[in-house]
């Protein structure tokens, strides 16, 4: 597909499990961000990609969040010990370059409920 | 630390002009962008600002001033698909981009 894709769309998990979020950038985009999105909030920053590293994770808001994106295209947020409080849409985005003047292109998010 | 300041909600008529104002305060500043955000639906891109002054792109203007730090989004010519959320977004220091949580805006006729 042209655009960024992100799966699955929605999960639904008990307080405790262990959850994955794919996201399949853009073709050739090098950077990938990941948002974290309440209801009537804006996105909230979690993690960015240049490549296969993350150039800033100052976003994680804890120990439970890890992300991966181990050859530079597709990537993987990971949540262990889910809480309630995690429950939110998990916005992907992909920019041709990690330089500021690239528009982020968002995937549709994948919304997690956490029981 | 880093903040962006925007108005919850705003109400317009078709037809009419509405201006959607945007303060900030960030580490670093790379460029600013406001964003669209139909409800259930991911952020469209819609402007961005680097330089003072305005960008007019169809019906859409964004203004920057940085030695204030503000911005506002002008949309003219309302119509009523353009109810939407309206994210403004800082890239400051390491371009990494950071949201405000946005305006409503209802477009009523």
């Known amino acids: 597909g042209a655009g960024v894709s992100q799966t699955p769309s929605n999960k639904v998990t008990e307080k405790g499990k262990y959850v994955e979020l794919r996201c399949d950038p853009i073709s050739g985009h090098t950077a990938l961000y990941w948002y974290r999105q309440s209801l009537g909030q804006g996105p909230e920053f979690l993690i960015y990609?240049?490549?296969?590293?993350?150039?800033?994770d100052s976003g994680l808001p804890n120990d439970r969040f890890f992300a991966v994106r181990p050859e530079g295209s597709v990537s993987t947020l990971k949540i262990q010990r889910t809480e309630r409080g995690d429950s939110a849409v998990y916005l992907c985005?992909?920019?041709?370059?990690?330089?500021?003047?690239?528009?982020?292109?968002f995937g549709e998010g994948s919304r997690l409920t956490v029981l | 630390g880093q903040n962006i300041d925007q108005p919850t909600e705003m109400t317009a008529t078709e037809g009419a002009i509405v201006q959607i104002n945007c303060t900030y305060q960030t580490s670093g500043f790379n460029g600013l962008f406001w964003y669209q955000q139909h409800a259930g639906e991911a952020p469209t891109f819609l402007s961005y600002?680097?330089?003072?002054g305005l960008e007019e792109k169809g019906r859409f203007s964004s203004f920057l001033s940085r030695s204030k730090g503000y911005s506002y989004l002008l949309l003219k010519e309302l119509q009523m698909k353009d109810s939407a959320s309206y994210l403004c977004a800082v890239s400051g220091g390491g371009f990494k981009t950071i949201f405000g949580a946005g305006t409503r805006l209802f477009v009523k006729a």
């Open positions: 600002n680097v330089l003072d």
């Open positions: 990609f240049q490549g296969t590293g993350a150039a800033d």
């Open positions: 985005a992909s920019s041709p370059s990690g330089r500021s003047t690239g528009e982020l292109f």
